[in-house]
């Protein structure tokens, strides 16, 4: 059973940036790493999501985050980070992240991922 744990959330002004973090509890270059979140009355959206380090992964975002936020993994670590710039109040949300066992080389946020963290909120407001 693989664990996730994210880390950073917080309350950040407008325009701020924070760096979301996801630690597994075992290596995770065979899994496609996800973020998601979801605001108060609102579905879950896929953020973010990077297949398995088995191939070069490009990313897939959102188009809401397109040029303001930036996933990276470090296997070495067993940890998938999340950088959010130029904070909106919309950003506001639980972000969680995602796993799954993966041999794609494809990122893709619309397929169903089989382990998750508890979430960490972000609250993005002056």
């Known amino acids: 059973q693989l664990q996730l744990v994210e880390s950073g959330g917080g309350l950040v002004q407008p325009g701020g940036s924070l760096r979301l973090s996801c630690a597994a509890s075992?290596?995770?270059?065979?899994?496609?790493i996800g973020w998601f979140r979801q605001a108060p009355g609102k579905d879950r959206e896929g953020v973010s999501c990077?297949?398995?380090?088995?191939?070069?992964?490009?990313?897939v975002y959102a188009d809401s985050v397109k040029g303001r936020f930036t996933i990276s993994r470090d296997d070495a670590k067993n940890t998938v980070y999340l950088q959010m710039n130029s904070l909106k109040p919309e950003d506001t949300a639980v972000y969680y992240c995602?796993?799954?066992?993966?041999?794609?080389?494809?990122?893709?946020?619309?397929?169903?991922?089989?382990?998750w963290g508890q979430g960490t909120p972000v609250t993005v407001s002056s």
């Open positions: 995602a796993a799954r066992w993966s041999f794609s080389t494809t990122s893709n946020c619309g397929v169903t991922y089989d382990y």
């Open positions: 075992r290596s995770t270059s065979g899994y496609a």
């Open positions: 990077i297949a398995s380090s088995r191939g070069t992964p490009t990313p």
